[in-house]
């Protein structure tokens, strides 16, 4: 009889329960000779993998410590694509009956992949019957009939990023080894304490909730979401009369520089805020960096990112005025029509106060309805 390989592949950012029981139920069906373990040098489904490759294939060794773990992608430096790897698979065990698994949100999107025809040749393939969300697991598949627990990965950065439980769903020498690393920002709360007053860094974790709450209605990664509304005040703590001198000895481009001193100098806290999630947190996500720089003003052409920050923090559960229950609920539904009324609240506020008004939103509300 041939040798079997099973061979299991994915992102692993991070490899957690619902990873390795798939990988247990597959091997239980197939009773491989070898199990090889691939952590995707990139994949291309997943354009906000946090973890560097390297990282994601010590998580890997530690999360399957009985297989092998291929440093093949890893070493390319390159997106790898699946029918590389099994041809090259193939030419070095031309006898191996080879089997893949994968999970079922990849499997979902088989058809789109690099040459599914000469894949469906050259290996067996196999996924959970975990039912997905969107889409149809190709006929050529085997099913693996088990339950498999609901985890994500993209689910669990976020969890980590704001400090919540995830020993259920995943490995404790992985979640060891990411609190060692400081992996997926599991030390920025921590940080913000030692920086922010208790009432900022409560309203900064509401804002990251609702963010986080909202990112699939508003079509953002939920673990930018919540990144952008963790940091999106972290300049706050410096007082007000400093803050025109920290931008300047930063050298922080800032429009209006001289009338924002004078007349509105609180407002300057984004562009310092922004300029310390680079510096001391060292965020380097342009959408996340902007979401933070424009989330009192606005912006032309905002994206979803900081449309989402800039409505958050004007109606998190933190914020007490009356319509912030009913800004909550609409963003919920209606990001467009949520956005266009949180810019119409802070206009007709700013002319309350009869002072100097900025021009930045009057300007974004001319583009948005012009
Ligand atoms: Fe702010
Ligand atoms: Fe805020």
Same mark, same amino acid.
């Given at each position: ?214 990112? %699939?209605?508003? @079509?953002?990664? /939920?673990?930018? &979401?919540? =990144?952008?509304? !963790? ?84 109606? %998190?559960?933190? @914020?007490?005025? /009356?319509?912030? &229950?009913? =800004?909550?609920? !609409? ?40």
């Amino acid at each position: 009889m041939s040798a079997r390989i099973l061979v299991f592949g994915g992102s692993f950012d991070p490899p957690h329960k619902g990873h390795q029981a798939l990988l247990k139920a597959a091997e239980e069906k197939i009773h491989p000779d070898r199990v090889i373990v691939i952590p995707a040098y990139h994949s291309p489904w997943k354009r906000n993998s946090s973890a560097l490759p390297e990282q994601r294939f010590q998580m890997a060794k530690l999360a399957f410590p009985d297989a092998e773990i291929s440093p093949l992608e890893m070493r390319s430096r390159r997106r790898v694509y699946a029918v590389e790897i099994l041809r090259r698979l193939k030419k070095e065990n031309p006898d191996a009956e080879i089997h893949f698994v994968i999970g079922s949100d990849l499997a979902v999107r088989f058809d789109e992949w690099k040459n599914p025809w000469e894949l469906r040749k050259l290996a067996r393939w196999w996924t959970a019957i975990r039912p997905p969300k969107n889409g149809k697991i190709p006929a050529s598949f085997n099913l693996i009939s088990r339950a498999m627990p609901e985890i994500s990965s993209t689910d669990l950065r976020t969890r980590l990023l704001m400090g919540e439980e995830v020993s259920g769903k995943m490995d404790s020498r992985v979640l060891e080894w990411i609190n060692q690393e400081g992996l997926y920002g599991v030390s920025i709360l921590s940080k913000l304490k030692k920086i922010l007053k208790p009432e900022r860094l409560l309203h900064s974790i509401s804002v990251a909730r609702l963010s986080r709450n909202l990112s %699939s209605v508003w @079509r953002v990664d /939920s673990f930018e &979401a919540a =990144l952008a509304g !963790l940091l999106h005040d972290a300049g706050r703590s410096i007082p007000v009369s400093e803050m025109k001198s920290y931008c300047q000895k930063r050298r922080l481009r800032i429009p209006l520089l001289r009338e924002v001193s004078a007349y509105q100098p609180i407002l300057l806290h984004a562009y310092i805020s922004e300029d310390i999630s680079r510096r001391i947190f060292g965020i380097k996500n342009e959408d996340i960096l902007k979401a933070i720089r424009h989330h009192t003003l606005g912006a032309f052409a905002m994206g979803n990112l900081e449309r989402l920050i800039y409505v958050c923090d004007t109606c %998190s559960e933190d @914020r007490n005025y /009356s319509e912030a &229950a009913q =800004l909550r609920e !609409l963003a919920a539904r209606d990001p467009q029509e949520a956005f266009l009324e949180c810019l119409n609240g802070k206009i007709r506020h700013a002319l309350s106060l009869r002072g100097w008004i900025h021009p930045f939103p009057i300007q974004v509300w001319n583009s948005l309805i012009l």
